[in-house]
DNA sequence: TCGATATGACTCACGAGTAAGTTACCACAT
DNA sequence: ATGTGGTAACTTACTCGTGAGTCATATCGA
């Protein structure tokens, strides 16, 4: 016999419609990778995680890379969707950041797994992914990159190198906050105040405490 | 036809000792795990930059991991010591921070790549590994957070999760100015200049800049 | 000739991707 | 209202490549 389905097999459409199915895919897949990363990942595991078998996945994405470039424009773009909506509040420099930030635990919240989609080390470096992430990262973490010039200028320097070493370092600020409150989460308001004071711990000389900013939520 | 190695093929003894072979070897995978990191290198890859065979490395360090347990280890080792000559010259605050940044420039200037080995990301998360980075890793980056501690006490916050973000937060910054080093190589002379630079900016009132420690190398 | 050094050719597991089949819904003719 | 066929949804069971790890064998210095 070289039936390959035996009768009574759970074969057979579930009257699920295409898209509803697609959608809780990509719904699954974006925890799983953002939990095991896109190498820890198996195809099998979001299928099993899923509910469904193995190629339906192929049907309806292609490739395990086309699944996971759909969860990736997902992210990146609910991220910059976030930090473009902040960044018309107006604010600049230090309380800028501070509305950003809100705005990233905001949207964290309910979708934690979403950040680390964003940055995975093992996502594949080249092709569609990578692509969608050189669009998207850029202007994730760009938003506050003039106040970085500026802030040296101001002192006086103008070095192309040390600005760029400065831009890496506020890049990474940004992520270390975000990161850190995902691994030891609050609520987004308190982390926020928590980002108020360090950056008044920092900066401040005391007289004009950004918290005059807290709890901005513009349009 | 049972034979497996073919009379007049390469193998037998090339009069290499043991002790020198496993040294090359070593060598060789710090720079080939450094550069493609644990997950994205196989052993045979290593074996044909060392220009040996495969079996050779199993005979010598019994699996992949163990190999790259001894990698690992001679990469933080290094790293550690560094960090602990310097933490001898008995500077506190930025200045120690400076002082340890251009220790760091020094020893990775001729092996770039230990930098990577230790903060691998696809490196396997349990096992002898995770243990030799548990070891070190707090070492390598927990000499100035002392400093994060204080700096809050100054400014009146004890709050235990605000030095928790603090101190990644610092920790970050001290591994974003290697990194960016890394990828933006410089002579560790100036590199040390420009952190003390960066440093002032941000910290300094401008009246007793950083300068004062530049070039020091204790012991 | 013995043991250390060394290798070619294997096994085995795992994961991406595929071929070929099964089931259920639905439009339509009767 | 009921058979009938087309099609979309869905699965089982495979292939195939890759990489970790092993075995049996070969060479050479002492």
Redesign the pocket.
């Not at 990942?41 to 595991?45: E, H, I, L, M, N």
């Not at 292609?62 to 890379?65: A, F, V």
């Given at each position: 016999m070289?039936?390959?389905?035996?009768?009574?097999?759970?074969?057979?459409?579930?009257?699920?419609?295409?898209?509803d199915?697609e959608a809780q895919i990509v719904d699954v897949a974006c925890r799983v990778f953002g939990e095991s990363g896109f190498a820890g990942?198996?195809?099998?595991?979001i299928?099993e995680a899923a509910?469904?078998?193995?190629?339906?996945i192929?049907?309806y994405f292609?490739?395990?890379?086309g699944l996971y470039a759909v969860c990736v424009r997902y992210a990146a773009s609910t991220l910059v969707d976030e930090i473009e909506r902040t960044a018309q509040t107006g604010e600049v420099g230090l309380a800028r950041a501070v509305v950003t930030l809100d705005g990233m635990f905001r949207v964290l919240a309910p979708q934690p797994w979403i950040w680390r989609l964003v940055f995975d080390p093992t996502s594949p470096p080249d092709g569609e992914v990578a692509e969608i992430l050189a669009d998207h990262e850029q202007r994730i973490l760009t938003f506050g990159l003039e106040g970085v010039a500026e802030l040296l200028r101001q002192v006086g320097n103008t070095d192309e190198r040390d600005t760029s070493a400065m831009r890496a370092v506020w890049e990474n600020v940004f992520r270390t906050l975000v990161t850190w409150w995902l691994e030891n989460p609050d609520s987004p308001e308190e982390m926020t105040q928590r980002c108020i004071r360090l950056f008044d711990s920092v900066f401040g000389d005391g007289t004009q405490p950004l918290g005059t900013v807290s709890g901005s939520r513009g349009a």
């Open positions: 070289t039936s390959t389905a035996a009768p009574g097999s759970n074969a057979g459409t579930k009257g699920v419609a295409r898209a199915r990942t198996s195809v099998a595991d299928a509910g469904i078998s193995k190629p339906l192929y049907n292609g490739s395990k890379e």
